[in-house]
């Protein structure tokens, strides 16, 4: 059975390894060096580059946040400035055409207190402008009325000056229109009569 057997090896059994001849190690193929990446990224100067880059990142953010913060604030600031101002102008619009009611209100309640009888009724009248005049102090609308008061040119609007012996000079003898203020601003001057001191002092 030996004779049968093939005299010729397969290419497995008669090949010999073959040497690798390129001369590089596969670090040197890949082109990177462990313990050089290492040693680099454990460098002072490298570490201090990667820590200025953080910080400048955080300072630009932070930067940022302030910026967009401030922004929001103004215009927050600025969305409450205008509601006031648009609530403020209808208020005023709608405290103009009422102004003329109350002087009405006012005159009549004067001219009843000239007459007999009707106690009640003026009364009830008083109280009912005093409730108005309460709502209106809630909304910001405040009454002028500077009976025995110093003359303000800022706030009254002088008729007449006329003697006085009970009223001192420069000071207010009585009030034919009151005037009214809303929220501080001047809405409208108090009409008013100015005393020009005493007979005595008038003539001297």
Known sequence: MAENEPEN???????????DTSGESPQEVAGSDPET????EDDPDHLRTRLEEAYGKNAELQNNYLRKAADLD????RLIREREEISSNAITGLLEDI???????????QATHDQEGGQEIIKGFSMALEQMNEILLRRGLETIDPVDQPFDPALHEALSHEPSNEIEEGNVISVTRVGYRLNERLLRAAAVIVSKGSDEDTKA
């Open 9 to 19: 090896k397969t290419v497995e059994d008669t090949d010999e390894p073959k040497e």
């Open 37 to 40: 990446n290492e040693s680099s």
């Open 74 to 77: 103004n215009f927050r600031k």
């Open 99 to 109: 102004l003329p009611a109350l002087d009405a209100f006012r005159l009549g309640l």
